[in-house]
């Protein structure tokens, strides 16, 4: 693996300004050994060239070595606050949740640590690296003699004040808080680094379950095509799996987008403040994504075949589509990650009673994604409504026709954004309006709810659907509060069109994933935004029923939620942009790099030949 690359996945982007600036580095030695003249004025060249190379290596040694200090005096002085508290600890007896405390804020300061090491490690190589690739392009042996005489010798690198702290630390915790149970406590302090190896166990079973849910939603596909009549209950098919199907889609999508996450050094772990001793691989995402999926296709099978089976009516399957997912979240044994379960209720809870607790961004995220999965909300409650009619011998056909409580549940989404704005403003310090300019964004979705349960209930009383004044209510706050959340999307919670000249016009200066995605993201997301406009066009010109169009722009608005989750995560990450969480460090395994990359530097001996042709 080329050294760049290691650099730029082991850094931490909170601190990404303080490293040895490689790559530009890379870049001035490759540039002036293609520029060089050929010429007698060569030797003069390459002179003033290395005067003014080792100027810049000054500059940045001396901001590597500022910085460390900087950080080196804070980790001293936290030693010492948690030393004297650790001590304190056998002088008096302390409550359980003090106890817990205080080993957390241990468990912090010691991932800290390893945290300023790997900084150590990381420039260390930086230097030694970048000074071996100048000697090698320019056929010299300065950029040696540089390193041994200002590197090796700097503070930054023979600091051995930081390994004792945690040699301390871990002594302290071991006695302290542990009873001398070293195991224990290096199980507690230790963090494994964010890109690990995923158990062989989960990669097998994720691929064991996705490949029965590809047989078996075959299977449904083909079932579907064969027996489908008109005049058979399979017309209630779709309106009766369609939240399941969806939810599923959902969920395919976020295990891709935490794979992609992980991949790009986005730490998702840290952002939603989840235990990094203990968060859930890409592969377990799959894994429950394939499981709801084939639980929902078995029960479609079990719905188009229900006569091979000797059951008489087919309508008890989507039922268990439904109920079976919940019972596995909210079973309360001890097993299937049921901690993790646990903190899905939790945050829950958090929502529905937003205005009550402090907002954190998960909180925020999953409210966010509500927004989205409104429609399935939708259907799980006409699902109620169904089963009830049907179990009482009712008249079925209308069951799923909009009512008053389908305007309650879809305004429901915006009302938990708007509280959780409201309380973010008020437990702000400095009061800032942006977040009562975002809680109208969200009141901007409610008063369309609004207009559109009004066009709807309406429409009996005129023959031609714009003669309806609703109609053009519905229109009009519906470009308006597209338009504003679009603005709001790109500007606030992708924080692109910052730049508007240059090679990254209309995004931003840090950049994770490639600049196309970007461009590509701002299109599709316009497009999603109004994509509404065609719905209400297929719907008017009889193209399409009110039902599929519906299906349709929800499956475009699941996959518009999955490419907005990619960027907004990307975008806290590199700039902590809605303050939800303190600039802390991004805890890492203490790393070793002094393997020399021989691939890189005969890739790039390949790339300076080429440019010298």
Known sequence: MRFSKTLESQLTFEWREQYLNYVELKNIILDAVHHAPKDESITQYYHNFELEFFAVCERELARVERFYAQKLAEARRKFSELELQLRATQQRKLQASILRQLGL???????????????????????????????????????????????????????????GMIVKMEQLYTQYLTNGDRTKAMNKLRVPPLVRKTPSGTIFTAGLITGLFIVSSTMVILSYAFRYSPDSPIVYFFRLFRATVFLVLFLFLFALSSEIWQRSGINHVLIFD??????????????VASTLGLICSMCMLGFLHHMEFAIKEPYHFPSLAIVVPILLL?????????????????????????????????DFWIAEQFISLVQIGVDFYQLVRFYILYYRDHDISYTFEPDVV??????????????QSLRRFRDTRWRTPDYMINALKYFSMIIVVICSHMQMDSMSQYEKLFDNGWTWAYVITFC?????????????DFGLFKIWRGKNIFLRENLVYPKTTYYAIIVFNILIRYVWMLELSLIYYNVLRA?????????????????WNLLRLENEHLHNCGEFRAVRDIFLMPVNLQTDYHSEDEDDTKKSKIKRK
Request: aromatic share 18%; glycine share 2%.
């Open 406 to 419: 389908v305007t309650v549940i879809r305004c429901l989404p915006p009302w938990f954004r708007i509280a």
């Open 105 to 163: 804020a241990c468990s912090e300061f010691y991932l800290s640590m390893i945290m300023l090491q790997n900084y150590q490690s990381l420039n260390y190589t930086a230097f030694r690296k970048i000074l071996k690739k100048y000697d090698k392009q320019l056929k010299a042996t300065k950029g040696g003699l540089w390193f041994a005489q200002h590197v090796v010798g700097a503070s930054f690198a023979n600091d051995k004040e930081l390994r």
């Open 480 to 492: 308006f509060s597209a338009t504003y959340s679009l603005v709001w999307d790109c500007y606030m």
């Open 547 to 563: 039902f599929y169009s519906k299906s349709i722009c929800f499956i475009l608005e699941i996959i518009r939620r999955f490419t």
């Open 274 to 287: 989840i235990d990094p001793r203990n968060h859930s691989p890409p592969a377990l995402f799959l894994v």
């Open 330 to 362: 909210i079973n309360p044994l001890c097993i299937m990650k049921f901690k993790a379960r646990m903190l899905i209720l939790k945050k829950f809870g958090r929502i529905f009673a937003a205005p009550f607790f402090h907002v954190n961004f998960s």
